[in-house]
């Protein structure tokens, strides 16, 4: 191990001595020596050239040595020079890079000293971090190189030195069947080596994902650099580098080209050192299993966890990662190599192939660290883990050089088009923006100069677009233009010539047209036509008519079917039957008669009938009857008539006569349709026949028309040969004449278009020129600026940079507006619409959200741009707003690049995970797909171009380092506000103008799109003239509204200057309520919450018909309107700071503060030296004095406009002259109030005044800044108004919380509880609460939850024990949906920096603490007291009590402000504690009213006030006794003594007593008369107290009002912080003696005394603060020379010595003090000197009591021993004290035999009469008191009877007791003098404690203080004794 030191610390002695110890010295100069001129002797052996061996074998070694201790001695580790740590290893690394020289490559001496110069380079140059380091080695190197090898010094010394083995390495890249010997060798120059790397970037372009690298020589030095130490076995780098720098690129491609794999861990969601192992699992397998030489790639940004640095210092030390398998995966390990061992013969046991396995892979592993030098991290860690430095070799990466600037910009824009003569002074423009000195804490890394670069780039090609493609559109226009104009005149030449062709053509058309009319046919073919068509209407008709007869006929035909049916089946031989009847059936003759009859034979009758049918053909003859030739067949008609002949009757009797029934029927039924039928036949007959004829006779007519058809053929084929001639030539004639026309009207429209395009055409090629500048500063805007204010970055812009450009003559725009070129009117427009404010400020914000290359991350403490930007995405941005804190966050980022929706990143603190590192640099990797991949934490994410990722931070003044600056584009959003109506107004009317704009600009385009566009001839497209003259008309139309609006907004600009004052006003306050932030986050102000009151002032403010009147009532109720709402939530200790701030604001804005007076006000005297000029008077301030010296010097440089120096310079003459006048002016109770003498007070200024009493009376100054603020402001900005619940409630909404931030022992519950009742929401039922505690968070947010549903009052109590679920609720109400109207939440908490800004700026903040003064007090108490309260009792003395306890509660807040004078300790006395005294007294009070009871009890009361509310709190008995002695002083019946009233005090200026019983109002108006400034006499206190009171008052102001002022920069001069660190050290070193000899003192001693045992126990905590002391200052010393690095103790040390306070470390081991450093040691030096007097010559006469360790010891240490002396009881025993009349140990003669003589006490909080020997008030401004020597008795206790006394307490330091009541060491007894009753008792309380802190430090002449006397009130129990 090594020594203890530094990073180092002590082992236990006891864990020594179980070992055998061992020291190893470090080698001498000879072992060193012996031990490389061997190593190097063996090699160059090697070496066939003996000239190597004789110059360099005995000489190189020693040179070796000779530079490693001249470093060691130049260059020791320092704070900022941590790394310098060089040892053998180092020596070992040269030596190494030596024995890498071969004969090939190796052939001369000084080729060898030439490597070995490298070599030292490398080890010891390339980690120096500034160039006089660098120098400092390069210089001693070659001096060393000069006078040892003057031959070869001139090529060793050449440089560039560049060495290295990878000539041929891309041979061996392209065919791996080439051997590849790689011989180390000296590889050229910058010229020879680029190609060679070149070629190898191409080859690794070409198989991994393709870098762009720019070989300038830094970047050729770095990477020969990481390539060496790659190719070295167990070669390890440290990379130390800003972000951007090109460690990471130079790494791959070194690994690349020494045939290394990559390997890099990867960062998921909560990756931890689990997983991380796991990763290292899988190195350790490539390294041992694959047996890969692999490169470990590690950066600081893969440090998710402190923990995995102390794995990868195994790693680098060991070369293994302990622990990192379990015993199956080691035996696996182990069992790989197992095989490779036996094969060599080696022993293969578990053990040895275990170490064979770990050296395999520590051989092959590579790890490179690539870390940031910025802040304190690598610092610390590299002396956590000094692996990362013992056991890498260190690249320290400067920034880029301007050479690497010029290449990387001329490499880059070498393809850009740009004209040569600027080229050189773009890229030396590029330069000096980026070597800018900004002069604000901004981090500029190589990564800002590339993004510029691209920039640019971008720029310029999109801007060249859009001039081209417009220009091409005016181009086209004005050709169309100028083509028309052109033609006009040959059109109309023409067209005269064409009306003659046309009218001669129309002529000859005529007169053929005249014979054709006379030959025509048309008469005839109008006859055949009509004739054809009368025969086509009746054939019609015909064929109608024939159909309808033959549909007749149809009807009857069934049944002549069914009649010839019958007939068939009818036999022969039926009809044979029949005839054979002579009498057949009447039916069957009626038949056969039928027959007869309708055969037309003539006779009727059976006889007939039977003729008839003996015919042998009868049958057939029936069938083939002809039934058409029928006449008359009514008498058959008749048969029918019987209802008996029918076919069914007949078939019964006859089947032939039925058969033949059938048949007669069927004939009847025919012939009644045929003598219908036949007259329509006969008529369709004729008709067919007169249809024949007439078609015969137009068949010839026909024939004729034809022949005359084709007559008139003839004659009109030439009337049309000669009608298309004349309307071709009309056409034509038309055409012409509409061309010139549209011709005409085109030029007439479009004549001032022409003229405008053209004049644009010119403007448009000299803006693509300009842009080459314009560009230029564009593109560093969007690169640079965004995290500057927008004063400064106008200083960039427009002053720095575009000066730059007019120097260079690159052309430029001039005005330049950014504006013009990345953003237009409608979109800045769209923007606002949007939520962005459209001030200038916020417009370039917008820009640089919208165009950075980057993106942005936004400090927007106001939440503008998170507002802005919710509204702009609106719901693309549902579910996508996410915390890091966010389990989801990584699944809805990766879904949001996937299908390219906007993620917002917000709350962001100074941590970005690096997990999204990839999507910051958009990290691209290759994929199969071709589309573009990205790596989010393990997975591969196809990215969307439309994906946009935004962040934001509330933080005001966030810290992120160059890496997080080099990935995001960090922006500084601001406010600024206006009069919001007519802001509005100006906003609608800059948007109906952009507008009329963007409309002028579309029809424009439209004008150029169709001109450009049109096909063919432009003349013959009359709707594209019409479309054109449309939008000419409208273009005009709208250039006219522009100039409407132009004026209108000239108008508005005149009114919006009136309203100039309040805008001006609200900017003043807004920016002075947003500053409070800067002294606790609590007092955050949104500007939201500013313009909800400033608006609420706009309509509430008094009205008034002049403008004047109006302004002046808005300004004044604007104003305090903002006081009264900030006041509501400041506290009482911060608003007198709030109201000077605003004050002086004010006045600055109206009439500017002179700075330097005001600087000085707040800072006094900064000179680091006292002045020269000794003050004149002992009486006056030393500090005052140095100020006033300052006060002078302004005075003197301050001259007025005649040239007569300021008054106050001579100030300090004036008061030298005149002493009495001045001093009574420094005597004075309150000198604010007076005038200044001679004749100051008319000479100087109010704020003037304030500097003078700065200087004479620093504890007035805080009463001062009250009436500077009342004069300037009213006094009503000193009164904060009081705590109105109620009003409260009426500024709160449903979506603004109410936040109560508790002082100790505030309670606001009890008032929303009571609140609530009034209300309606009692608790309970409409009034949820709850206090906040572990797992309370979802029982809070389901309690929220139901609370905006329903409407109810959700009160969460103690937030501040909760604040992680603080992040949750921050979410809950921000996604509060239009909660219900009645819904509200009141929260609770302490002060806390936990507490989410976003609650805080969104939510009224109310402090619920006593207001600062007994009269403001009272009236908070007061203002929730009732007339109906006090009628609630009907005693007396009721009201008056409640008035006492009123006072009484005032009084014991009030004591607090007085510190340690007030109390003890700080209790929480609160309302809770006054309203139940209060129903205590009423309680009784009625009691002893209903009982008739005329005695009060006062005892009663008195306890439970005193002992049980307010003395319930008490744990100090001091501070019990002054409660007691108040309720004492307050409570009796001496309040209602008529005779001799009672005050509460009564002096000639203020007399307070209580009010006359009677109403509420009696009282409330008492209290308005109470001073608003109170003497401490009021409370018992001496006035003396103010003082320190006010001091400390006046100082936690400045110190407050200075945190509040703008930062400037200032300039360090002298000696370096080290320097200064190691004098203080130094000098404390010689200033500590040297510790007692303990075993000679008790050897001395022998038997001890009790007194004596003390001095031993004494002495030894002495000496261990002695040990203490030297070691860590020797250690410290040791640190500053670089012996031993820092530890986390050395450091603390060095900042307490440079900061001259008492190191921790000492502090602990010593007795409580408050001393600075200085003092300390005073009081350290008189310690040793008591000390070393008591061993030498005894115990001292007079004990420095202030002197010991632990004073109680000795005191008890006396009793004991008088006890052993006299035999007295020890518990009986005790002491008590006197005070002597010596003032100096040398008047006492000897010591007393019992107790002692103690001095260095001190009185605070009275006074000593000298002459009386007894306590008296303290004299006027005399806070401290020394005591005399007070004398220390031992007594047995029965015996001790003391009168006029009263203990007293003796505390250790002015701090007193804590509340564990640590401080106290004994209590003394004084004597007093008695007093009267009421005087006693109202100065009872003003003797009891001091103020804490002197001028430098603590005591008197900041030499001693230690034990202070504490004077208790007379009158006590004790006293009387």
Not at 1144 to 1159: A, N, R, S, T, V
Not at 1217 to 1246: C, F, I, Q
């Amino acid at each position: 191990m090594g020594p203890p030191g530094g990073a180092r610390n002590p082992v236990d002695p006891r864990f020594i001595s179980l070992f055998s110890t061992f020291e190893i010295q470090f080698p001498t100069n000879d072992n060193l020596r012996t031990i490389y001129q061997a190593i190097l002797g063996r090699h160059l052996l090697k070496l066939p050239n003996e000239e190597i061996q004789m110059m360099m074998g005995d000489k190189l070694t020693d040179v070796t040595l000779a530079l490693y201790n001249y470093i060691l001695e130049k260059l020791p580790p320092t704070p900022s020079r941590f790394h310098y740590v060089f040892n053998l290893r180092d020596l070992s690394r040269v030596y190494e890079g030596l024995l890498l020289s071969t004969p090939d490559k190796i052939k001369s001496a000084e080729g060898f000293l030439r490597l070995w110069r490298n070599e030292c380079l490398r080890v010891f140059h390339d980690r120096l971090i500034c160039a006089e380091d660098k120098q400092l080695v390069v210089h001693q190197l070659a001096e060393l190189v000069e006078s040892k090898f003057p031959s070869c010094s001139a090529h060793a010394l050449a440089s560039p030195i560049l060495f290295g083995d990878f000539r041929t390495a891309a041979a061996g890249m392209i065919d791996p069947m080439v051997a590849d010997m790689r011989l180390y060798e000296d590889v050229g120059d910058y010229t020879a080596i680029k190609p060679i790397l070149e070629e190898i970037l191409g080859l690794y372009n070409s198989k991994k994902k393709p870098m762009t690298l720019v070989f300038f020589e830094d970047a050729l030095e770095h990477l020969i650099r990481i390539h060496r130490t790659l190719r070295l076995p167990q070669g390890n780098s440290l990379l130390v580098g800003v972000g951007g720098s090109g460690k990471q690129s130079l790494s791959r491609l070194a690994a690349y080209t020494s045939g290394c794999a990559v390997f890099e861990i990867t960062l998921t969601r909560g990756y931890d050192e689990i997983l991380f192992r796991e990763d290292l699992k899988i190195l350790y397998s490539m390294l041992g299993a694959e047996n890969k030489k692999v490169m470990f790639l590690f950066t600081d940004g893969h440090v998710a966890d402190e923990g995995f640095l102390e794995l990868i210092n195994n790693m680098l030390t060991s070369g293994m990662v302990p622990a990192l398998y379990d015993e199956f995966e080691k035996d696996t390990s182990v069992n790989s190599v197992r095989p490779e061992m036996d094969a060599k013969g080696m022993v293969s046991t578990k053990e040895a192939c275990w170490g064979y396995f770990v050296q395999k892979c520590r051989n092959n592993l590579h790890v490179v660290l690539a870390m940031s030098p910025v802040g304190e991290t690598l610092r610390t860690r590299c002396r956590n883990f000094p692996g990362m430095v013992n056991n890498t070799v260190i690249d320290w990466f400067e920034p880029w050089p301007e050479q690497a600037l010029e290449s990387v910009a001329t490499v880059f824009l070498a393809k850009e088009d740009l004209p040569d003569a600027f080229r050189p002074k773009i890229v030396e423009h590029m330069v000096t923006v980026h070597q800018s000195e900004l002069r604000r804490a901004n981090y500029v890394t190589p990564k800002n100069y590339l993004d510029y670069i691209n920039n640019y780039k971008r720029s310029l090609a999109q801007n060249r677009g859009q001039i081209d493609e417009m220009a091409g559109r005016l181009g086209g226009g004005l050709e169309k233009l100028i083509q028309a104009a052109t033609e006009v005149d040959l059109m109309q030449k023409e067209l005269t010539e064409a009306k003659v062709v046309v009218e001669a053509a129309t002529k000859e058309c005529s007169e053929l047209l005249e014979v054709i009319s006379s030959s025509t046919t048309e008469s005839k073919a109008d006859g055949a036509q009509k004739k054809e068509e009368k025969l086509n209407i009746d054939s019609v008709q015909i064929a109608e008519e024939k159909l309808e007869a033959e549909a007749a006929l149809e009807e009857a035909i069934p049944a002549l079917e069914d009649a010839a049916q019958a007939l068939k089946d009818l036999r022969k031989e039926d009809i044979t039957e029949i005839r054979s009847f002579a009498k057949p059936h009447m039916l069957v003759q009626k038949v056969t008669e039928c027959v007869v009859i309708l055969r037309g034979l003539k006779d009727v009758s059976w006889a007939g009938a039977k003729s008839m049918m003996s015919d042998g053909g009868f049958l057939r003859s029936l069938v083939e009857f002809d039934k058409d030739s029928l006449t008359d067949k009514q008498k058959v008609k008749d048969y029918m008539k019987d209802p008996t002949f029918t076919f069914e009757g007949l078939k019964s009797i006859s089947t032939a006569g039925a058969g033949l029934l059938k048949w007669v029927l069927a004939m009847v039924n025919y012939n009644n349709v045929a003598k219908t039928v036949e007259p329509k036949r006969k008529k369709v007959a004729e008709a067919e026949k007169n249809l024949r004829i007439a078609a015969k006779d137009l068949v010839t007519t026909k024939q004729q028309l034809e022949d005359l058809n084709s007559q008139l053929a003839q004659l009109s084929s030439q009337f049309q040969e000669k009608t298309t001639e004349q309307q071709d030539l009309k056409t034509k004639a038309d055409v012409m004449e509409r061309r010139l026309t549209s011709a005409s009207r085109l030029i007439d429209g479009l004549g001032s278009e022409r003229t405008r395009w053209t004049k644009d055409i010119a403007e448009l090629d000299s803006r693509k020129e300009r842009l080459v500048g314009d560009c230029l500063l564009t593109s560093s805007f969007l690169s640079y600026t965004g995290a500057f204010t927008f004063n400064y970055r106008a200083a960039m812009v427009y002053e720095m940079w575009l000066n730059d450009i007019t120097v260079q003559e690159i052309p430029l725009t001039l005005p330049f507006r950014l504006e013009d070129i990345l953003t237009s009117d409608v979109e800045t427009t769209q923007w606002s619409s949007e939520g962005l404010p459209s001030d200038e400020l916020s417009v370039q914000n917008g820009i640089l959200t919208m165009r950075a290359n980057r993106w942005p991350l936004c400090i927007d403490p106001q939440m503008q741009a998170v507002t802005w930007i919710k509204m702009k995405e609106g719901k693309q941005l549902d579910g996508k707003i996410k915390t890091f804190n966010d389990s989801d966050f990584l699944k809805q980022l990766e879904l949001s690049i996937q299908y390219g929706f906007p993620f917002l990143l917000e709350n962001l603190d100074e941590y970005i995970d690096p997990v999204i590192d990839a999507v910051l640099e958009k990290n691209f990797i290759p994929s199969s797909t071709g589309k573009l991949v990205i790596k989010l934490g393990d997975k591969e994410v196809e990215w969307d171009s439309n994906f946009r990722l935004y962040m934001t931070s509330k933080l005001s003044n966030p810290h992120y380092g160059p890496e997080i600056s080099g990935k995001t584009m960090i922006i500084n959003y601001g406010v600024t506000q206006q009069r919001p109506d007519l802001e509005a107004q100006r906003e609608n009317l800059v948007k109906e103008m952009s507008e009329n704009k963007a409309l002028l600009k579309n029809l424009e385009d439209t004008l150029l799109r169709e001109l450009s566009n049109a096909a063919g001839n432009i003349l013959d497209n009359t709707e594209l003239i019409s479309t054109l003259e449309s939008a000419k008309a409208k273009a005009v139309d709208i250039a006219e509204k522009l100039e409407i609006s132009k004026v209108t907004a000239h108008e508005l600009q005149e009114t919006r200057v009136k309203y100039t004052p309040v805008a001006k006003r609200g900017a003043i306050l807004f920016f002075v309520i947003a500053s409070l932030s800067t002294i606790t986050n609590m007092y955050e102000y949104s500007l939201a919450s500013f313009l909800t009151v400033f608006n609420l002032t706009l309509n509430t403010s008094k009205k008034d018909s002049m403008m004047e009147g109006r302004l002046r009532n808005v300004i004044e109720a604007l104003t305090f309107d903002v006081y009264s709402y900030t006041c509501l939530g400041l506290f009482e200790k911060h608003k007198l700071m709030f109201s000077f701030q605003m004050t002086i604001k004010i006045l600055e804005g109206d009439e500017p503060l002179d700075p330097q007076f005001l600087d000085f006000f707040l800072k006094g005297n900064l000179s680091l030296e006292k002045s020269r000029r000794e003050k004149p008077y002992e009486w006056f301030p030393e500090q005052g004095w140095q100020d006033l010296m300052r006060v002078v010097q302004m005075g003197t440089v301050k001259l007025s406009p005649e040239g007569r120096m300021h008054p106050l310079a001579k100030l300090a003459d004036d008061m030298e002259t005149d002493e009495g006048v001045w001093r009574a002016y420094y005597e004075l109770e309150n000198p604010e109030e007076a005038e200044l003498p001679m004749g100051y007070h008319k000479s100087l200024s109010v704020f003037e005044k304030l500097l003078v009493l700065r200087c004479v009376r620093m504890d007035r100054v805080s009463v001062g800044i009250t009436r500077f603020v009342i004069s300037a402001m009213t006094e009503r900005y000193v009164q904060p108004p009081t705590l109105d619940y109620l009003n409260i409630f009426k500024q709160s909404t449903e979506n603004t919380p109410i936040v109560f931030i508790l002082s100790p022992g505030a309670d606001p519950a009890f008032d929303v509880f009571k609140l609530g009742e009034e209300l309606g929401f009692k608790p309970g039922a409409k009034l949820k609460y709850m206090a906040l505690g572990q797992g309370m968070g979802p029982k809070a947010a389901e309690f929220i939850e139901t609370g905006v549903t329903r409407g109810l009052w959700i009160m969460l109590q103690n937030c501040h024990l909760l604040p992680r679920w603080l992040k949750t609720l921050e979410k809950i109400l921000e996604k509060l949906h239009k909660p219900h109207p009645d819904f509200r939440l009141w929260l609770t908490t302490e002060p806390t920096d936990r507490f989410p800004l976003g609650v805080l700026q969104r939510s009224l903040k109310v402090v619920t603490e006593p207001p600062n003064g007994l009269k403001l007090n009272m009236r908070q108490s007061y203002s929730k007291i009732t007339e109906e309260v006090l009628s609630e009792c009907p005693h007396s003395a009721f009201r008056s009590l409640v008035y006492v306890l009123g006072f009484f509660h005032a009084v014991v807040q009030e004591r607090r402000k007085y510190g340690k004078l007030g109390w003890n300790v700080p209790y929480d006395f609160n309302e809770t504690d006054h309203r139940i005294s209060m129903a205590l007294i009423g309680t009784y009070l009625t009691k002893a009213f209903v009982n008739q009871d005329e005695l009060i009890p006062w005892g009663t009361l008195r306890y439970l006030i005193g002992e049980a509310m307010y003395g319930g709190r008490v744990s100090d008995s001091y501070d019990r006794r002054i409660l007691i002695t108040y309720l004492d002083e307050y409570f009796g019946d001496f309040l209602f003594d008529t005779f001799q009233p009672f005050h509460f005090f009564n002096s000639k200026d203020v007399d307070i007593s209580v009010p006359q019983s009677g109403h509420r109002d009696i009282y409330s108006k008492a209290i308005d008369s109470l001073p608003m400034l109170q003497s401490p006499e009021i409370f018992g206190l001496h006035a003396n107290a103010d003082i320190s009171y006010y001091t400390n008052a006046t100082k936690d102001i400045w110190r407050d009002l200075v945190d509040l002022q703008p930062r400037t920069g200032v300039v360090s001069g002298g000696v370096s912080r080290e320097e200064f660190i190691g004098s203080v050290a130094k000098d404390i070193q010689a200033k500590i003696p040297e510790q007692f000899d303990m075993p000679l003192i008790k050897k001395d001693i022998g038997q001890p005394s009790p007194t004596q045992v003390v001095l031993l126990q004494e002495l030894e905590r002495w000496n261990m603060v002695l040990s203490v002391m030297k070691i860590s200052l020797r250690d410290l010393q040791r640190a500053l020379t670089g012996e031993i690095g820092f530890s986390s103790a050395l450091e603390e040390l060095a900042t307490a010595l440079f900061n001259g306070k008492l190191p921790g470390m000492w502090a602990r081991l010593n007795p409580a003090t408050e001393k600075p450093l200085g003092a300390w040691m005073l009081w350290f030096q008189r310690r040793y000197r008591q000390y070393k007097d008591w061993v030498e010559k005894g115990e001292p006469k007079v004990m420095w009591l202030s002197g010991l360790h632990i004073p109680e010891t000795y005191i008890a240490g006396l009793v004991q021993a008088a006890c052993r002396d006299k035999g007295w009881p020890l518990d009986k025993s005790t002491l008590y004290t006197k005070v002597t009349r010596f003032t100096e140990a040398s008047q006492v003669s000897e010591k007393p035999k019992y107790g002692c003589y103690v001095s260095g006490l001190y009185l605070e909080g009275a006074g000593w009469d000298m002459e009386h020997s007894m306590l008296k008030k303290q004299d006027p401004k005399v806070l401290v008191t020394e005591l005399p020597i007070l004398q220390i008795i031992p007594i047995e206790a029965n015996k001790l009877k003391l009168a006029n006394t009263f203990k007293s307490p003796v505390y250790m330091t002015q701090a007193r007791r804590s509340a564990m009541g640590v401080g106290l060491v004994f209590e003394a007894d004084i004597t007093t003098a008695e007093h009267p009753i009421l005087e006693a008792r109202a100065s009872s309380v003003n003797l009891d404690l001091g103020f804490e802190h002197w001028d430098d430090g603590e005591g008197i002449d900041g030499t001693e203080s230690f034990a202070k006397i504490i004077t208790p009130p007379a009158g006590n129990s004790i006293a009387k004794e």
